[in-house]
């Protein structure tokens, strides 16, 4: 479903993903963990084109993401292009990012009805259908400064949903979150996962939720992956000093 | 005497009548100058480094240059290209384009201070560019800035005398010619002073409501 070939990201002098491969199948759940700085979020943020990429090419369905193909070779995406081909990817951030000036339901329709041309009826049906799915359906007229964090976390999974993405994206999205609130954005993800056919990407730094929840998990560390495997392996018997040391320390810390 | 009330009240209702030419040119201009600045802004802010070169340029070049002489260049010069505009219409054409460059600094100003992430989203989302203007970035951009528009409203206003070079009958001129015609300028120069006085006073209090409104409505 998605495939990263040999992608390396440069800022400057600073390589923070070196010729990375990754190869995710259709409805597998991948959970993205590692020290910070390591690259996880550039990851993420590449597959939704908001990064463009050095070296290398993204697949999408066996599509080129970053690329586009002319004169049969593969020449850099431009905007028109990427226009196409993101409506498959949804993205859901660690800071929310809702548009504070719209409600929560004007929030999930403002992409169907205007990117994909849905009537304002259908959307707005189709928004409180995942609205209600994520336990918001009450809160459909409010704007988002009036929402916790959890909630908030909630409507931003819904808004992403309502365009239909075939692979989702979660940077640490309860990271901002109270502890109490991380439960309900997880049970969220959670359902989702059983709900819909979807491919997931997420970053995280709740080990019990990746062990229970992902079908494969990746360590990475240095702008590469560095361990990855099942995630009994990977949590239970991880063969490599950085993972152990790494996860020894957030099992401490948490 | 030094002040004549009577003259007073005889030239008052000639310059309330110039008054009204006044507040025309001020609001066409500000109307242009609202328009063609956003239009500047979003235009500055282009991927394509020609058009946003080109347009900052232009913008650099108006703001820096004097009111007054972008005045006599479209009412004198433009003519001999072929384009004749009245007095009135130069002026206020003038006014709007002159004022529509502090107009772009200020939506830019409101523009950059959207956070990163509402472009993201709005990526994320794959909403086209225009949408993301119009629905996104515009409605949260222009509220925070009202106030600093309001202010160039007020000065526009108070520079509305200088089409009185190119003989626009707004106040000040009007109070010329009466002054010229009774040999007596005190009365009507006075006049047109606490008109400016009393108008800018009105508009900055409705502007200071207009920002108490604002930042009410932004903690909602
Ligand atoms: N826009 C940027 N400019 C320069 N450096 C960046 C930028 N974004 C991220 N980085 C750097 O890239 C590295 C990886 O960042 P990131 O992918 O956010 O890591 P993680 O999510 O694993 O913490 C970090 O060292 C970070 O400082
Ligand atoms: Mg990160």
Redesign the interface.
Known sequence: MVRFSGVTKRYGDLTVLDNLDLDVAPQEKVAIIGPSGSGKTTVLRML???ERIDDGVIYVDGRPLTHMESNGGLVRANEKYL?SV??D???V?Q???????MTVLRNCT??PI??LGLPKAQAEERAVELLELVGLGDKLGE?P??LSGGQKQRVAIA??LA?RPKVMLFDEVTSALDPELVGEVLNAIRMLGKQFQLTMLMVTHQMGFAKEFADRVCFFYEGKIHEEGPPEQIFNAPERERTQQFLSAVLEAG | MFWDWEYAFEVLPVLAGASIITIQATVLGFILALVLGLIFAIMRMSRNRAISGATTAVVEFIRSTPLLIQIFFIYFVLPEFGIVLDAFLAGTLALGIHYATYCSEVYRAGIEAI?R??W??A??????PT?TFR??II??AIPPVVPALGNYLVALFKETPLLSAIAVLELMQTAKILGSQNFRYIEPITLVGGFFLIFSLIASAANRYAERRLSTIG??
């Open positions: 939704m084109t908001l226009r993101r409506g990817i949804g993205m951030f800071h929310f990012n809702l548009f504070p000036h403002e992409a205007n990117v704007y400064q009036r808004r992403a365009m | 956070p992430g509402q993201e989203a990526t994320a989302l794959n909403l086209s949408t629905d996104i409605p949260q903690k909602r």
